[in-house]
């Protein structure tokens, strides 16, 4: 009985019913968030392209910019046609570009709400240009659709989390399978490039094929970088488990919460953001883009955050001011966040590939369209098997090269 059971026990066919059976169960889902996520790798420029009457002005000769508050005045004003309410919690900020001729940004998403809105000023005249519905924005739903499928926040991103998650094991299991039954015949004149390139002259069933088993191997490396960092926000032992490797064995601490103190008499105004602003103007030179974060709640403090400019984000560095005084609370230093934060700061210029430039943004497109096309060919192999002889080494129909 034992040598019976021990001789029909077959690894490749276990390999090759969990790879199946986990591609159907999440291939609907990772079809979805790698196709968004392949157009969002190019957010900005997608942006610029149809935005660029209201993200662009033209600078007046020898005029300078308006001030900050009075940039949020006018934002507000827009924002506040476009909401009937600001719940508490809501969060509003400004975004301000170092290029001369970039519209002010001013944001606001209201709390418990899947929508927000970006009202685009002219940062020299007040003008409002544009009042962005994010929502129902192409980039906003697009955005929507790789994190929460257009569902309830909580449970589109369940389910995208756990999609992701069975796609981990879903690759790990393809490259098991993308070798040889022996993988010493990978030394055979030809047998490496026969795995890495597609014949396209084969029949249906084998064609479709070498898509799946051909993308997939160039996409994996990339594939699985991007699975795992986007785990990270779906599941909080990820994050901890990253920070615990990034430190040897170290857990992250709770973050910082900087309070403003409250005065015996309201002192602040539009003065206070301004002359924050000043100071972080001055302590963050060479910045591309300033985000000045404001307060909600009479005890909240008033940020302002600098990103640079090499395009990417994990760089930003942050001070917190008090809403009232404009006195500095607090900081925030690239210098002085330790492996396991800094490795949290990177995780999404990971996630977008920015971390390498626009190499990294065309490998992280390529690898998501790749990946797209994985759920449709893996069906189509599912879907004909009944039709094609089984072969040695491969999957039912394809016979081997």
């Known amino acids: 009985m034992v040598t019976r059971l021990g001789s029909s026990f077959r690894p490749r066919r276990l390999l090759w019913a969990v790879h199946r059976w986990l591609g159907l169960a999440s291939g609907a889902v990772v079809f979805v968030v790698a196709l968004t996520g392949a157009m969002y790798a190019f957010a900005p420029e997608i942006t610029d392209l149809y935005l660029s009457r209201h993200a662009r002005v033209s600078p007046p000769s020898g005029a300078r910019p308006l001030s900050a508050s009075a940039l949020v005045e006018r934002g507000e004003a827009a924002a506040a046609r476009a909401l009937a309410a600001h719940p508490s919690g809501t969060r509003r900020w400004l975004t301000l570009s170092a290029e001369p001729d ?26 409002v240009l544009l009042v962005r519905d994010m929502q129902w924005d192409p980039l906003g739903v697009i955005l929507r659709a790789h994190q929460t ?22 690759l790990v299991t393809g490259l098991a399978l993308w070798f040889p039954r022996r993988p010493g015949n990978l030394r055979r004149p030809g047998a490496l490039r026969q795995r890495l390139t597609i014949d396209l002259r084969g029949r249906f069933f084998r064609v479709t094929y070498d898509l799946h088993r051909v993308l997939g191997a160039y996409a994996l490396v990339v594939a699985l970088i991007l ?8 599941f909080a032992w990820m994050d901890r488990a990253m920070y615990w490797i990034a430190t040897g064995g170290g857990m992250p601490g709770a973050p910082t919460e900087w309070r403003s103190g409250i005065p015996s008499r309201a002192v602040g105004g539009p003065a206070v953001l301004d002359r924050a602003l000043d100071v972080a103007t001055h302590a963050f030179p060479g910045f591309a883009r300033l985000d000045v974060a404001l307060p909600d709640g009479p005890s909240d403090a008033l940020a302002v955050c600098a990103t640079p400019a090499d395009g990417t ?11 009232y005084t404009a006195g500095q609370i607090g900081a925030e230093r690239y210098r002085d966040k330790n492996a396991g934060e800094r490795l949290r700061a990177m995780n999404y210029d990971i996630h977008v590939g920015r971390i390498a430039g626009l190499p990294g943004r065309v490998a992280a497109c390529a690898a998501s369209l790749a990946v797209a096309t994985l759920p449709i060919t893996g069906a189509l192999l599912w879907w004909n098997r009944p039709r094609a002889p089984r072969a040695a080494g491969g999957p039912p129909g394809a016979r081997p090269r």
């Open 102 to 127: 970039r519209s002010a940004v001013y944001t606001v998403a209201p709390a418990g709400s899947s929508a927000w809105y970006e009202v685009y000023v002219d940062p020299y005249r007040g003008e």
């Open 149 to 170: 499928l257009l569902l309830p926040s909580a449970i589109g991103q369940r389910v995208i989390g756990v999609a992701v998650l069975v796609f981990v094991p879903l």
């Open 227 to 234: 699975a795992l960092s986007g785990l990270v926000w779906s």
């Open 313 to 323: 984000s994990y760089r930003t560095e942050c001070l917190w001011f008090d809403r």
